[in-house]
């Protein structure tokens, strides 16, 4: 099951930054290296598990379903978090960095609009 879940966030983010190559605005490149890596982990592990449990391991029980769909959920949960950090420490729009320039810009005019006038003719 994560091995599942994690192509199929592989193959999603792949099409999207397909589509959007030139640009790659938003970075899912690096996205799509996370989940491909994922998955890349998942079918090694799903390859060493057939060999050790070889017929059983098509008849999982219910619970080890879903324990596996909790994993690849959290996988691509985490892969999104890191994601966006990776997004807001590049910040490729310039967003972070002139909203605290817009901020700054105004905490210099509030100060000097609060100076006192008897400070400025000394």
Known sequence: MTLLLTLFAAVISTFVWYRNAPKDIYRIRTLCFMFWGASLMWLVDAVV????ARASYFRPEPIEMLNDAFLGLSVIALAGVVWIVDLIIHDPKKVIK???VKSHSQD???QSSHADPTEASV
């Open 108 to 110: 210099t005019s509030e």
């Open 98 to 100: 002139n909203d605290i």
């Open 49 to 52: 598990e057939y060999i050790e």
